[in-house]
C-alpha cells in the first residue's frame, strides 16, 4: 500500500464514517428517551435513498402507500382512544397530521410530475414520505409498551425492522439503486483526488450535527428530550409529555436516516436491505460511546467507517467480519467499565 | 390425570403421523422438530434464564457444517483423517466445536450487561454468517452438497419418513433433559437468572457459571440441530444460518410461551407452518416473489409482544385443567451441618467501614461486633446508612476503606458468593424471590450450597437422592419459621410479612451461623412478630448469632442483648438495650433536639 491508496481509503473510511456518525447520533438520542435500540434505523436509510430514486426513475414510490396506511391505523387507533375518553377536540390534530396529510402528498405525487422536479425538490419530497413514518412506527408499535423493558423493546424493534426489510423489498424489489450525484465537481488537491459528493457528505453531516447541537441546547423542544432522557418521571412531573418526546425523537431518527440515505445514495448502490448493516455499522459507533454519548459515538464511527475502508483492501471477503467482530471487545469494553445496577428485569 | 392423558395422546400421533400424512407434511413435520430443538435451547436461555439471543442460528449452522465438512472433504489433513466420513464423528465434532466456539463466545459476552448482550449476540450471528459464506474450504456462498445420509442400525436413513423419528426421538430427549434441568438445584439457580442475581448471588449461586451453563446447553441443542439438518437436507450453504433465522428463532421462543419448555413447540409449529403458508400465498397475492413472510411475522411479533407477551403456551393450557401440584411434604436424607461455633465466640467483626458513594459519606467509621448466641441490634433514623452497612458486611457490596472480619478471616475483599460459604447468610430490605417459583423451591435455593450435584447429573436425574434432601430440609425450614400452610403456594401470592418470613426460612436453610436480617418485622402483624421474636430467641439459644436491622422499638428492645445506633452513617451510642434508650444523642436523633 502507498501513501496514494491509503489517502484513498481513508476518503472513503471517513465519508462512509460520516454517515455511520450520523446514524449513531440517531441511536444516541432514540435510546436515551425512549430506551428503544433502535435497530429500525437502517430501513430509513434504504427507504430516504429508494424514494429519491423511484422519483428520478418516474415510479410512484412504495413508500407513499405505507404512509398512507400508515397514517389511517394511527388515526384509528387514536380516534377510537379519543372517542372512548371523549376528548372530542383531538380529533382534528388526528385526522389532519394522519389522514389529511397523507392525501396532500398523495396529490402532489400523483398530480404534478416529481420526475420532473429540481433534485433539491425531489429530496425535499422524499423526505416529507419517509420522515412522518417515524413517529407513526412510534405510535404504532412502541408507544403502548412504553414502560416495558429494554429487551422487550429491543425485540419489538427486531421485528419492527424485519417487517419494514420484507416491505422495502414489495415496495422496490430486489434490484439496487443509485441516485446522480449532487455536484460533479472534483478537487485535485496534488496526492489525492476529492470528489464533490464526499464533500457534500462530510459537509452535510457536520452541518446537520450543529442543528442538532443547537437544537439540544437552545431550544425548548430540545431540552425537553434531553430531560426525557435524563429521568422520565421527572420530565413527566415537569409536564414533558414523554408520548411527545418519544414522537419526536422518533422523528430527527426518521429524518436523519432518511438524509443519511439520500447523502450516499450516489456513492453505493442501494438495495431495500443494505440500511440494515449500515445502520448497525452506526451501532457500532453508537456502542463506543456507551448509547449515551454523542461525541464519543460520532468518533467512534467514523472510526468504524475508517476500519471497513482498510479491511476492504486487506482482506475484502472478511471486511463485515472484522467490523461486527469488532463491537464484542467493545461490548466487553463498555460494560466493564460502566457500573450496571442488576436487576432491570 | 387429563394432562397425562394429552400427552400420551400427542406422542400416539406423532408415532402414527408419518404412516398417514403425505411426503409433504412429514417434512413439514421434520422442520418442525429440527426449529423446536433450537427454539427450547432458547427457551432455556431467553425465557428462563433471560439472556436475550439473536445468534443461534450461527450455532445450528456450526454443527451442520461441522459434519459437513467431516464427511465430505476429500482431501483432510493427516492428523484428522480417521475423523472423517462418518456422520456420528460429525455429530461428536460438532458437539466439541460447538462447545469451544460457545465457551469462548459466553465467556466475553455473558459478562456484557442488559441490553449489551443481545447487540453482542447479533455481533456475532453476522460475524459466524459471513465467515460461513467466505471460508474456501466450506464451498463459500454455494455450499457443500454430497453429504452422507444417516445410517442407524445398518439402515440408511434417506427417506424424509424415517429421519422424521430420529429427529422426533431428539426433541423428546431435549424436552425430558430441560425438564429434568428445571425440576433441580441447578434449574433452580437458573431461574434465579432472570431478576433475581443479587440474591442468588448472596445465597452461594455462581450466577456467572449458571449463565454459561445456559449458553452451552443452548448452543449445543442448536448445533444438534444443524448436525440433524444437514444429513436431512444432505447439502448446507450459508443461507439458513444468518440473522434473519436466529431472530426467526427467537420469534418461536417468544410466540410459543419463551418461559415454557412445551411453547418451544408450540412456537416452532405455528411459525413453520404459517411460513410455509405465507410464502405460497402472499407471492401471489402480492404479485411478486421474495420473502414477504417477514412482513407478517414482524407484525404477529409487535402484537404478541403487545398483547399476549407470555406467548401462546399459557393461553392454551387455560383450556386443560392443571395437574393438582404435588403437595406431601418431601421426604430426604438429612443434610451435614457444619461444626456451630463456641458460645460467646466473636463472629462478625466490621473495623473502622467506610463507604463513600461519590462526595456522600454512607457509612462513616462504623465498627461493631456480633457473636455466636446474640442478638445485635443495628438501629437507626431512615437514611442512616444501616443497610449499606448491611451490603458492606454480606459482600453485596464492598467498604471503600476499612476491614471485615468473618470468624476471625478477612472478608472484606470477598463476595457475596464466598461469604455465603463461609456461613454467613441474609435476608433483603426490600424482599428479594422468585415470585413464580413456589415458596418450596424459593427456600430450597438457600440450601443451594449443601448440595453439589452439577447440571450433566441434573439434566439425566441422576441426583435424585441428594434433590430430595435439600427439599426435605427446605420444608423443614419452612416449618420451623410457620409458612406450612403456603409451603406450595407461589411466592408472588404471599402477603409481604409471609414474604419476609420466607426469606428467613430461605437463609435458614443455608445452615449459617451468623443471620443477617433486614427489617424482619417491618409488615408483619402483632401476632407473627411474636412469633418471629419466639423463633429468633430460639435460633440465639441454639448459639447463632444474629444481626438485626429494625425500626419497630419495641420488636428490638425485647429481644435484642446489644444495640448500635446510628445517624448520618456514624456510630451515636452502643450498649444494652436499656442503656442506649437513656442516652440523649438517641433521643435527641428519634425525637429530634431542644433548640
Known amino acids: 500500500m502507498d501513501l496514494q491508496i491509503a489517502l484513498l481509503l481513508g476518503q472513503d473510511g471517513i465519508t462512509n464514517g460520516a454517515i455511520y456518525a450520523l446514524l449513531s447520533l440517531a441511536l444516541v438520542l432514540v435510546f436515551t428517551v425512549t430506551r428503544v435500540i433502535f435497530i429500525p434505523q437502517g430501513e430509513f436509510v434504504a427507504f430516504g435513498a429508494l424514494t429519491l430514486a423511484s422519483f428520478q426513475a418516474g415510479k410512484t414510490p412504495g413508500t407513499l402507500w405505507l404512509l398512507i396506511g400508515a397514517g389511517v391505523a394511527v388515526a384509528l387507533v387514536d380516534i377510537t382512544l379519543a372517542l372512548r375518553s371523549g376528548v372530542f377536540r383531538r380529533i382534528p390534530g388526528i385526522v389532519g397530521w394522519n389522514l389529511a396529510y397523507p392525501a396532500l402528498a398523495s396529490a402532489i405525487v400523483f398530480l404534478l410530475k416529481p420526475s420532473e422536479f429540481p433534485l433539491l425538490a425531489q429530496i425535499v419530497l422524499a423526505l416529507a414520505l419517509v420522515v412522518p413514518l417515524g413517529p407513526m412506527l412510534y405510535r404504532l408499535a412502541f408507544q403502548p409498551l412504553a414502560e416495558a423493558s429494554v429487551l422487550v423493546l429491543l425485540i419489538v424493534a427486531v421485528a419492527v425492522h424485519l417487517a419494514l426489510v420484507g416491505l422495502g423489498l414489495l415496495f422496490f424489489g430486489a434490484e439496487g439503486s443509485r441516485t446522480p450525484a449532487f455536484s460533479d465537481a472534483s478537487f485535485d488537491l496534488g496526492l489525492v483526488n476529492v470528489n464533490g459528493q464526499t464533500l457534500w457528505v462530510v459537509g452535510a453531516s457536520l452541518l446537520l450535527i450543529v442543528v442538532l447541537g443547537v437544537f439540544f441546547e437552545r431550544t425548548i423542544y430540545g431540552k425537553a428530550l434531553r430531560a426525557t432522557a435524563m429521568n422520565r418521571t421527572g420530565a413527566r412531573l415537569m409536564g414533558i409529555s414523554t408520548v411527545m418526546a418519544g414522537k419526536l425523537s422518533f422523528l430527527l431518527a426518521a429524518l436523519i436516516g432518511a438524509f443519511s440515505g439520500i447523502l450516499i445514495a450516489p456513492i453505493t448502490t442501494i438495495y431495500y436491505d443494505t440500511g440494515f448493516l449500515i445502520g448497525l455499522k452506526g451501532f457500532v459507533g453508537a456502542i463506543v460511546g456507551g448509547l449515551a454519548s454523542y461525541p464519543i459515538a460520532a468518533a467512534g464511527a467514523i472510526l468504524v467507517g475508517l476500519l471497513e475502508a482498510f479491511s476492504s483492501f486487506w482482506a475484502s471477503a472478511f471486511k463485515e467480519v472484522i467490523v461486527f467482530t469488532l463491537i464484542i471487545p467493545v461490548l466487553v469494553w463498555r460494560s466493564l467499565t460502566t457500573r450496571h445496577v442488576e436487576e432491570d428485569e | 390425570m387429563r394432562p397425562r392423558l394429552l400427552l400420551a395422546g400427542f406422542l400416539g400421533l406423532l408415532l402414527i403421523a408419518p404412516r398417514v400424512v403425505s411426503e409433504f407434511h412429514v417434512t413439514l413435520l421434520n422442520y418442525i422438530g429440527l426449529y423446536a430443538i433450537v427454539a427450547l435451547g432458547l427457551v432455556l436461555l431467553t425465557g428462563v434464564g433471560g439472556l436475550t439471543s439473536f445468534g443461534q442460528a450461527a450455532f445450528v449452522g456450526l454443527g451442520a457444517y461441522t459434519t459437513a465438512y467431516l464427511s465430505t472433504a476429500q482431501n483432510l489433513p493427516g492428523w484428522c483423517v480417521a ?344 435476608t433483603f430490605q426490600h424482599v428479594r424471590l422468585l415470585p413464580t417459583m413456589t415458596v418450596l423451591e424459593n427456600v430450597a435455593i438457600g440450601g443451594h450450597l449443601r448440595g453439589s450435584k452439577g447440571v450433566l447429573p441434573a439434566m439425566l436425574h441422576l441426583e435424585r437422592g441428594e434433590e430430595a434432601s435439600l427439599l426435605a430440609e427446605a420444608a423443614r425450614q419452612i416449618v420451623r419459621v410457620g409458612l406450612r400452610d403456603s409451603m406450595f403456594e407461589l411466592a408472588g401470592s404471599l402477603a409481604l410479612g409471609q414474604q419476609r418470613t420466607l426469606e428467613i426460612a430461605r437463609a435458614l436453610c443455608a445452615d449459617p451461623c451468623l443471620l443477617l436480617l433486614d427489617e424482619p418485622a417491618a409488615g408483619l402483624r402483632y401476632l407473627e412478630k411474636e412469633a418471629l421474636a419466639e423463633l429468633l430467641r430460639k435460633l440465639r439459644g441454639e448459639g447463632m448469632g444474629i444481626l438485626l436491622v429494625e425500626h419497630d422499638m419495641d420488636f428490638v428492645m425485647g429481644l435484642a442483648d446489644r444495640v448500635v445506633v446510628m445517624e448520618f452513617g456514624e456510630k451515636i451510642a452502643e450498649g444494652l438495650p436499656e442503656e442506649v434508650q437513656c442516652d440523649p444523642a438517641v433521643v435527641e436523633a428519634y425525637l429530634g433536639g431542644v433548640d
Request: net charge positive; aromatic share 10%; glycine share 12%.
Open chain 2, 83 to 426: 475423523l472423517g466420513g462418518s456422520p456420528w464423528i460429525g455429530l461428536l465434532a460438532g458437539i466439541v466445536v460447538t462447545t469451544l466456539v460457545a465457551f469462548v463466545l459466553g465467556l466475553l459476552t455473558l459478562r456484557l450487561s442488559g441490553h449489551y448482550l443481545p447487540l453482542g449476540t447479533i455481533a456475532w450471528g453476522i460475524s459466524l454468517y459471513f465467515l460461513f459464506g467466505n471460508l474456501e474450504f466450506l464451498g463459500g456462498h454455494t455450499g457443500m452438497s454430497g453429504i452422507p445420509a444417516l445410517s442407524l442400525l445398518g439402515f440408511e436413513l434417506r427417506e424424509s419418513r424415517s429421519f422424521y423419528y430420529v429427529i422426533w426421538a431428539v426433541v423428546l430427549v431435549a424436552v425430558w433433559l430441560t425438564q429434568n434441568l428445571l425440576d433441580s438445584r441447578e434449574g433452580r439457580a437458573i431461574r434465579a437468572l432472570k431478576g433475581g442475581v443479587v440474591m442468588a448471588e448472596a445465597m452461594g449461586v455462581d450466577t456467572a457459571r449458571s449463565k454459561v451453563a445456559v449458553f452451552l446447553i443452548a448452543a449445543l441443542f442448536a448445533s444438534v440441530s444443524g448436525w440433524l439438518y444437514a444429513h436431512l437436507q444432505r447439502f448446507v450453504n450459508p443461507t439458513p444460518f444468518g440473522l434473519h433465522i436466529g431472530i426467526e428463532y427467537l420469534f418461536m421462543a417468544v410466540v410459543g410461551g419463551s418461559a415454557h419448555v412445551w411453547g418451544a413447540l408450540v412456537g416452532a409449529g405455528v411459525i413453520t407452518i404459517l411460513k410455509q403458508w405465507l410464502q405460497d400465498w402472499l407471492p401471489r397475492l402480492l404479485g411478486a416473489s421474495g420473502n414477504f413472510e417477514m412482513i407478517v411475522f414482524g407484525v404477529m411479533m409487535i402484537f404478541v409482544l403487545q398483547r399476549a407477551r407470555d406467548g401462546l403456551w399459557p393461553i392454551l393450557t387455560r383450556f386443560v385443567p392443571r395437574r393438582a401440584a404435588k403437595r406431601e411434604l418431601p421426604h430426604g436424607a438429612l443434610l451435614p451441618k457444619k461444626a456451630a461455633p463456641e458460645f460467646g465466640e466473636v463472629l462478625l467483626e466490621a473495623k473502622n467501614v467506610f463507604k463513600r458513594f461519590g462526595g456522600l459519606v454512607a457509612n462513616n467509621n462504623m465498627s461493631l461486633t456480633v457473636r455466636a448466641g446474640e442478638v445485635m441490634a443495628l438501629i437507626g433514623p431512615n437514611g442512616a446508612g444501616k443497610s449499606t452497612m448491611f451490603n458492606c458486611v454480606s459482600g453485596v457490596d464492598s467498604a471503600t476503606e476499612g476491614e471485615v472480619l468473618f470468624r476471625g478471616e478477612v472478608v472484606s475483599a470477598l463476595n457475596s458468593r464466598e461469604i455465603a460459604r463461609l456461613g454467613m447468610s441474609r
